[in-house]
């Protein structure tokens, strides 16, 4: 069954004047149960490709097509849905929220789902599916690379998502811890999950049953090893009908807890703004006393 496909995707960047094509023309279909690896050099577009099948950007021309509908053009909210709900995201710098400890980073996709299941002990089966269960209330500045990466899958994973897009996802990492990442996802695509990569290391691209090669913001080439079958299991639900986002309690309380803990944090920031605001505020009453005086 095809998943997911890109038909002559173009974007154009412009920098300082400058126009950088970043996708020529990138027609590319990907079948649910696939391990796709995306390789090329440096600036060869790759990211944006990713980018703009992860819903984190919009082509200038073209189409993208999720299971056969049209996905192109999406207002923020619906691409904001189905970031939430399709896509599990893996980034190099592994992107977690550094005043949260492993568990609260691992829930917060499903602070921002509408999925019923948002108050459940998946979390912690999520960190402990990764080899994390002694290390839930950690922060990020106390694991190691591998480790944080190993908590930012079990967030890509929190919502059961169709695919998981990771972006040079060992990039930071140190060989072992790499290769136990590559590991995890390889386990993950075992089990049916549709993996797309992207990277630029052979070694990681070994483990992937597809390799497309990227140059100058095009497909250079497409190579299946001969052996894979693609198998899924996930994708069989289909992508979940685009609702309007409705708020709640629990998601205004962890915002004032993520504001309340910038705040401490950075207590020196903190004081100069409200000294800040102490001198204007008392400047505009002496300044209005004086003028009625
Ligand atoms: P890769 O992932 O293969 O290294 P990218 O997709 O990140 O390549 O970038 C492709 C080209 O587009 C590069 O020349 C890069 O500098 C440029 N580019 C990417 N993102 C932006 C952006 N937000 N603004 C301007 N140029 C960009």
Redesign the pocket.
């Known amino acids: 069954m095809i998943l997911l496909e890109a038909e002559d995707l173009a974007k154009t960047?412009?920098?300082g004047g400058a126009e950088?094509r970043?996708?020529q023309g990138v027609s590319l279909s990907v079948q649910a149960g696939e391990f796709l690896a995306i390789m090329?050099?440096?600036?060869?577009?790759?990211?944006?490709?990713?980018?703009l099948l992860g819903f984190l950007d919009l082509p200038d021309r073209g189409l993208i097509r999720w299971m056969g509908a049209d996905q192109t053009h999406l207002t923020d909210e619906e691409a904001a849905f189905l970031r939430n709900r399709v896509i599990g995201f893996v980034f190099q710098q592994f992107n977690l929220m550094p005043r949260s400890n492993a568990l609260e980073n691992v829930m917060l996709p499903l602070l921002y789902s509408d999925a019923p299941e948002r108050k459940t002990s998946r979390p912690a089966e999520a960190l402990r599916a990764v080899g994390l269960g002694e290390r839930m209330r950690h922060r990020p500045s106390q694991l190691s690379g591998g480790q944080q990466q190993r908590v930012a899958i079990a967030r890509a994973l929190i919502n059961q998502p169709r695919v998981i897009l990771a972006?040079e996802p060992t990039g930071n990492l140190d060989s072992q811890s790499g290769s136990e990442i590559m590991k995890i996802l390889k386990g993950l695509h075992g089990r049916g999950m549709t993996v797309i990569l992207?990277t630029h290391d052979e070694q990681v691209a070994k483990f992937a049953d597809r390799i497309v090669k990227?140059a100058d913001?095009k497909i250079i080439s497409d190579e299946r090893k001969a052996a894979s079958t693609p198998v899924s299991v996930w994708a069989d639900s289909g992508i979940p009908q685009i609702r309007k986002k409705t708020y709640d309690w629990s998601e205004l309380r962890e915002h004032f807890i993520q504001a309340f803990r910038m705040i401490i944090s950075n207590k020196l920031r903190s004081i100069l703004s409200m000294l800040g605001v102490l001198i204007g505020v008392a400047c505009v009453i002496t300044m209005l006393a004086l003028g009625k005086g």
């Open positions: 960047y412009f920098l950088i970043a996708l090329g050099p440096s600036g060869s577009g790759k990211s944006t490709l990713m980018h972006d992207v990227m913001g």
